[in-house]
Nanobody
Framework: QDRLEESGGGLVQPGGSLNISCAVP????????MGWYRQAPGRERELVGD???????YYLDSVKGRFAIFRDHRHNRFVLQMTSLKPEDTAVYYC?????????WGKGILVTVSS
């Protein structure tokens, strides 16, 4: 499996905003569902949100209205836009691409929400 790489993580204060993104190889577009997962310390990895090939989307209840996922094909980036961040959003975030026969994970990037 190719290991993709996220960018844009770091430290942000509660209530702040942060965008993280993942570079998307050209062959991924239109052939894979795209999603963002996260794993907080001591917890299992969970799906934050995703967009299917057909265009339908899903968001974890705790991030609805605060997070947005979008595909920037022009710049070959897959973006997670996070606003009104809370300390409980602190986690390692992973991009994930799911195809019919394979899947790809990012290496993960740390987002810390703290004052």
């Amino acid at each position: 499996q190719d290991r993709l790489e996220e960018s844009g993580g770091g430290l942000v204060q509660p209530g702040g905003s942060l965008n993280i993104s993942c570079a998307v190889p050209e062959y991924i577009w239109n052939n894979y569902d795209m999603g963002w997962y996260r794993q907080a310390p001591g917890r299992e990895r969970e799906l934050v949100g995703d967009i299917t090939i057909q265009g339908s989307s899903y968001y974890l209840d705790s991030v609805k209205g605060r997070f947005a996922i979008f595909r920037d094909h022009r710049h070959n980036r897959f973006v997670l836009q996070m606003t009104s961040l809370k300390p409980e959003d602190t986690a390692v975030y992973y991009c994930h691409f799911l195809g019919d026969r394979d899947e790809f994970w990012g290496k993960g990037i740390l987002v810390t929400v703290s004052s």
